[in-house]
């Protein structure tokens, strides 16, 4: 009987432990998800570079700041800011960055035009998706990755898509 009892007492302590601990991992990983880089606060810099546990380094450009992160897989990420919000991302290295966190919630319509452009035969050449309010470059091999995303109407005044890079 004393069996019994243990296991009737354990039983909600370990729903109690169970629960707590769905919380806390939801909780953790809602900061990832809820990443917005591109088009977002300068703030989500320091987001990403906890997330990808990376080095930065701070260049003055004039109208626009760039943060520039490397990542201990060897992948650097540039995020270019003007006005407190990050217009515009690139990078470039052996592993591509997580794409979804640094296009935040331009992420669905870039995997929309990127389905349409592909249609069904997914292949290993560039991907360029040009939209009014995106355009997103990719390119590489393993090893050997490079992209640039950036919201056209957030370029600073004379600044040129090609400085991005």
């Excluded at 990420?77 to 331009?106: I, N």
């Excluded at 452009?117 to 490079?146: E, K, W, Y």
């Amino acid at each position: 009987m004393k069996t019994e009892i243990r296991r009737a007492g354990r039983a909600p302590q370990q729903k109690f432990i169970f629960v707590l601990s769905a919380v806390v991992i939801l909780a953790l990983g809602l900061p990832a998800k809820s990443l917005a880089v591109l088009g977002g606060s300068e703030a989500s810099v320091q987001t990403d570079l906890v997330h990808m546990q990376a080095s930065l380094i701070r260049t003055n450009a004039g109208q626009y700041t760039v943060h520039e992160l490397h990542a201990p897989t060897g992948t650097v990420v540039r995020e270019y800011v003007a006005g407190g919000t990050v217009f515009a991302v690139a990078w470039k290295g052996p592993w591509p960055p997580d794409l979804q966190q640094l296009l935040g919630s331009y992420f669905d319509s870039f995997q929309q035009a990127r389905q349409t452009q592909s249609g069904s035969r997914p292949g290993r050449r560039p991907i360029h998706v040009d939209l009014p309010g995106l355009v997103v470059n990719l390119a590489g091999h393993p090893r050997s990755f490079t992209g640039q995303a950036y919201v056209p109407a957030m370029l600073p005044q004379g600044m040129s898509a090609k400085e991005i890079r």
